[in-house]
């Protein structure tokens, strides 16, 4: 990816987290992302993704770096290599609503 535009590098990570994602072919889960600047966005992700996953899907569609990005599930944080599965919080047939926080 070294030496690519920016646009081209974007529209590879899309196509690679899109294929990852079909791969896995596992349930999916409603997630309700509350960003910084008030907005609910509702996103679904497979139950098997990584939280790295769903912060690597937060920078590429709202500029927010996954290295400034911290996920709270209830007020917990969410740990990147996790798979949503691995928190028992999060029911795919209820969802959940992540709080991300974006550190300067």
Not at 35 to 56: C, N, W
Not at 94 to 103: L, P, R, W
């Amino acid at each position: 990816m070294l030496g690519l535009p920016v646009a081209e590098r974007d529209n590879e990570l899309s196509t690679t987290m899109r294929e990852a994602q079909q791969e896995l072919g596992e349930d999916t889960v409603e997630i309700v992302l509350k960003l910084p600047d008030g907005r609910e966005i509702s996103h679904t992700y497979l139950v098997g993704q990584s939280v790295g996953y769903v912060k690597a899907t937060i920078q590429q569609e709202y500029g927010h770096l996954v290295k400034n990005t911290a996920l709270l599930l209830n007020g917990t944080p969410l740990m990147d290599p996790m798979c949503l599965n691995d928190y028992p919080q999060i029911n795919p047939r209820e969802g959940a609503v992540f709080e991300v926080k974006v550190s300067a």
